[in-house]
């Protein structure tokens, strides 16, 4: 009875969650910017007369109690609402309005889901018990993460929730489908910045200068022992450059070189430790060959846990949802997640939803000028969460 009550109240919502996430769509804002969004999501909560209240700039939290009977049961559901830079190609009547800024990541599916799922259990208020806390997060896509910055501002108290479940697209997996990964989910990350100092001059005379190109070169390559020769085989680490910019010429060499990077990897203590390896490794190499270095990381994002026991049990549940033939298993992936601060604080479940359909084109991947998703997800994001939240507070 529970299940087809909400999956007939998705999919009466369906063309109103569609309204609302080609609005977000067409309106995107930037990390930490999401002033626009987060006045909509207000806006939407004041009509549904949910309590909330403002975390910080533009993040929110907002408040139902069922009413069926009195519960201390309570859970968290979470969506992310910031866009990335990234100028759209899409030739939809909803393509992004704001020149450079777009929703390649799925965030304003995020943030219309939970809106439809919070109108969901709304109207079914009288019929549950336990209380559902609602987070409309700022600024996944940038360091420090708007989760670390909310968790600070207290989003996981008063009342504290037992559990939190995040959900996200995937266009690798068809609608309809949900994909799980129990334990460690994905990859802490850090911004690593480079600069590699020598003394600069003609391209011809190499032996009056110091070169600090070629000093970069061997150390890119020598930086990959640490993750060759120096890291466990069996702990997932990478370590990517993706900038490097000396300004020299054909016949100038430059005074200095900057690179910029990303390191990754599956488990905390080494993290720690590689970090260590990675400095000290740098400067003696460029300081040995001439040069002085200057090595800064900036911690992102922690491993992404999804807690074993309450994993299975979602994933329980989302087969008692959707069926069991549309629920599968997915693998550990080294992109990383500020959804990562949460499940460091409570058992948590971060799933995989599909949203790709392949007889309309819409398979382009995350991060990229032409993703889209195919609409049919929003009747099942919003359905499933609402179910999710009912089951895991008893009812």
């Known amino acids: 009875m529970l299940k087809e009550k909400i999956q007939s109240l998705a999919k009466g919502l ?53 009413t069926k009977s009195d519960s201390d049961q309570i859970i968290a559901l979470r969506a992310d609402m910031d866009a990335l830079p990234i100028t759209e190609t899409n030739d939809v009547s909803y393509k992004s309005q704001n020149t450079g800024v777009m929703h390649a ?10 809106l439809a799922t919070a109108t969901i259990l709304n109207h079914l208020q009288s019929e549950f018990s336990g209380t559902v806390k609602f987070i409309f997060q700022p600024g996944e896509e940038k360091i420090p993460g708007g989760a670390s910055i909310m968790i600070k501002e207290g989003v996981l108290e008063n009342p504290k929730p037992k559990n939190i479940i995040g959900q996200h697209v995937m266009p690798e997996l068809a609608f309809g489908k949900v994909g799980f990964c129990a334990g460690p989910y994905m990859a802490s990350s850090d911004e690593l910045y480079i600069t590699v100092t020598g003394k ?37 680490t990478v370590l990517s450059f993706g900038r490097l910019i000396a300004d020299g010429a054909t016949n100038v060499i430059p005074d200095k070189v900057e690179i910029e990077g990303t390191f990754r990897t599956f488990d905390n203590e080494w993290r720690e430790v590689a970090h260590e390896r990675m400095k000290k490794m ?30 299975r049990e979602v994933r329980q549940y989302t087969e008692d949802f959707l069926g069991k033939e549309n629920v599968i298993d997915i693998d550990p992936c080294m992109p990383a ?54 089951k895991c507070l008893g009812n």
């Not at 002033?35 to 909560?45: C, G, Q, R």
């Not at 990541?105 to 939970?114: A, E, I, K, R, V």
């Not at 190499?285 to 994993?311: H, Q, S």
């Open 200 to 236: 600069g001059g003609h391209g011809a005379i190499p032996h009056l200068n110091i070169d600090p190109v070629a000093i970069t070169c061997q150390l890119v390559v020598a930086l990959q022992q640490i993750v060759s020769r120096q890291a466990n085989p069996i702990i997932p």
């Open 14 to 66: 369906h063309s109103v969650t569609v309204t609302h996430r080609r609005h977000l769509h067409s309106h995107p804002e930037l990390s930490f910017k999401e002033y626009n969004t987060s006045a909509f999501v207000s806006e939407k909560l004041t009509e549904l007369g949910i309590p909330f209240e403002k975390k910080g700039d533009t993040g929110i939290v907002a408040l139902l109690k069922g």
């Open 105 to 114: 990541c799925g965030h304003d599916m995020h943030t219309s889901s939970l």
């Open 282 to 311: 740098a400067v003696l190499l460029v300081e040995g060959m001439g040069g002085k270095c200057d090595f800064e990381i900036r911690r992102g994002y922690p491993v992404l846990i999804n807690e074993a026991n309450f994993t």
């Open 337 to 390: 997640e500020d959804f990562a601060f949460y499940s460091q604080q409570i058992p948590a479940c971060f799933y995989r939803i599909g949203v790709s359909d392949e007889a309309n084109n819409i398979t382009s991947g995350l991060h990229t000028p032409t993703f889209n998703i195919d609409e049919k997800s929003l009747e099942t994001g919003p359905g499933l969460m609402a179910y999710l939240a009912l």
